[in-house]
């Protein structure tokens, strides 16, 4: 056990790690089956998706490879403000290639709008997201998430390579922070 368990910042377990264990193990065993015989490129969003996709690759009997793209969204900690901009471009190219992307969460949904608008322009053969949480207000894009691990609700989760300001991303579950902790309004 690590301090972060401790922090009184950590309220509610939303997700317990035996819960995240049964359905990226779903995930897997749904994703394996719909790419079977093609050989696929994980695309990790970082820092967030980095654990999810460990977890995640381990369960596809699939030959993959994986890459990593850094976004940033300018805003304050816990608000994305919709402008987009890249900070690490993936090292593959992309192009004929079946990819999916991983997700840690989709909340306004601009992130991946912005991504997905990036990597269909790279023509690969085939362009499909997995996120592991989708938030109610995202309800826009949930369409172009083919594979979701969890619909939640409107709030500020951490816990399993989810932050708020960097803290917290070794936790093994999935809890909701503390509203104390966030900025007025959210
Ligand atoms: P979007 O562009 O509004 O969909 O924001 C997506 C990104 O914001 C995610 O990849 C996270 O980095 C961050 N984010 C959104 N909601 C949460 C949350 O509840 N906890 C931690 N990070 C979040
Ligand atoms: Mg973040």
Known sequence: MNDAHLDP?????????EQLRE???????????????????????LKGAVFFMADLMRELPLFCEVD??????????TDSSGVVRIL???DINIEDRHVLVVEDIIDSGLTLSYLMRNLRSRAPASLEV????VKE???????????VGFDIADRFVVGYGLDFAERYRNL?????LDDSLLPEGM
């Open 9 to 17: 910042g950590v309220g509610e377990v939303l997700v317990s790690e």
């Open 23 to 45: 359905r990226v193990a779903e995930l897997g065993r749904e994703i394996a089956a719909e790419y079977e015989g093609r050989e696929l490129l994980l695309v990790g969003v």
């Open 68 to 77: 990593f793209m850094a976004i940033s969204s300018y805003g304050s900690a």
């Open 88 to 90: 690490k471009d993936l």
């Open 130 to 133: 997995c996120a592991l949480f």
């Open 137 to 147: 207000s995202a309800h826009k894009v949930r369409k172009t998430v083919r594979y």
């Open 172 to 176: 093994p579950y999935v809890a909701v």
